[in-house]
């Protein structure tokens, strides 16, 4: 299995490479992940987004859709795709320590 | 992956409400995984960017084995109007927007979106007719070059 090292820390990863455990994420954790995937620094609007996700996670049990990230958030699809530019949903939710989202909107 | 696929054109050739909603699901789903993706719409599949028609499109009830309905019963009033509706609400309920809505979100996601040539004559359509999303009318020629490099999907 994938691993992802932070510090002194050893977290798993899953299949998908994203986080296994939900609650290994911390904000370090999110800037490395950022790093990877091309993200050199994460800006207030990349938090915001990031927040957001991890707290419908959180109720829900799945990431947003796009469409929702954009009505609820706060950061319009453009935006979105600026901060995320390889896939919003999909980056947005590995960065945020979140499994690989499951709706196909 | 050595094979991912980094490019795709999807022909958008029908304009039922069934017809239409395919491509555009897998244009937003190309541009979700950071996909290159443009739209090209043909013949009926026009509607879905005509601006007085793109919220008013309908699921045939007739013509269409899918809908596990006899054609006769297909063809009463307000068939199509109800499978319609009914087919509206189960979308809502999974987060999948509206036509509109839906093409202004596929085109600020970065797809950009073409109308037929051919089937602009042939309709004798203006640039007014069009929603604002509409990048630009473009002949078969055009749309293979602007394809090159990448998958063609034809809906």
Known sequence: ME??????????????????????WT??????????????????????????????????GDAPSIRR?????????????????KGPAKKAARIAGLPKPKGCI | MADAIEKVSIVVSRGSLDGVYPGLIMANGARMEGIEATL???????DAVIKKRMNELKVATVGNPGMHLPTLLGALPGMSAFATSMMKKEME????????????????????????????????LKPDDFCPEVDGVISVGQFYEKAAGGQIIFT
């Open chain 1, 3 to 24: 691993t992802l090292t932070i510090g002194t820390k050893t977290l798993a990863l899953d299949a998908d490479g994203n986080l296994a455990n939900v609650n290994d």
């Open chain 1, 27 to 60: 904000e370090d954790v999110a800037r490395e992940l950022a790093v990877q995937e091309g993200i050199p620094t994460l800006t207030p609007q990349h938090w915001t987004v990031i927040n957001f996700m991890r707290q419908v996670f959180t109720k829900e």
């Open chain 1, 69 to 85: 990230l954009t009505k609820e958030s706060g950061v319009d699809t453009k935006t979105l795709y600026q901060l995320f530019p």
């Open chain 2, 40 to 46: 090209f719409f043909t013949f009926f599949g026009l």
């Open chain 2, 93 to 124: 309920k999974i987060d999948i927007p509206p036509v509109g809505e839906f093409i202004t979100m596929i085109h600020d996601a970065g797809c950009e979106m073409y109308a037929c040539r051919a089937t602009v004559d042939m309709f004798h």
